[in-house]
Nanobody, 125 residues
Framework: QVQLVESGGGSSQAGGSLTLSCAPS?????MAWFRQAPGKEREGVAA???????TAAASVKARFTISKDNVNNILYLQMNSLKPEDSAMYYC??????????????????????WGQGTQVTVSS
């Protein structure tokens, strides 16, 4: 069983920055951040592969950066120029399996077996 522990959520004003962290209990092949706002479906935000290939949703690509500390096995999401519409519960996701056609599937929920409990991000205007 893999445990994922997220941290770093909180409140920010529009235009501000927050950094989320996720520490899996063991090394993962693929990891990602998802978010879910009230009344909306969970959506993929950004993903990173075992080889540090990254992708991000169009709505955040210019503002959010996903990265991974391979030495300490920590996943990060640097969020800049935050907007009120970024307010959501943010979840760390991970999987131990190689993922074929990675760019096609890496922002989809079905690609991940393990999920964190979530950390809340609230952005005020």
């Amino acid at each position: 069983q893999v445990q994922l522990v997220e941290s770093g959520g909180g409140s920010s004003q529009a235009g501000g920055s927050l950094t989320l962290s996720c520490a899996p209990s063991r090394l993962q092949y693929n990891m990602a951040w998802f978010r879910q706002a009230p009344g909306k479906e969970r959506e993929g935000v950004a993903a990173i592969s075992r080889l540090n290939i990254t992708t991000a949703a169009a709505s955040v690509k210019a503002r959010f950066t996903i990265s991974k500390d391979n030495v300490n096995n920590i996943l990060y999401l640097q969020m800049n120029s935050l907007k009120p519409e970024d307010s959501a519960m943010y979840y760390c996701a991970a999987d131990t399996r190689p993922l074929e056609d990675w760019f096609r599937h890496s922002l989809k929920q079905y690609a991940y077996t393990y999920w964190g409990q979530g950390t809340q991000v609230t952005v005020s205007s």
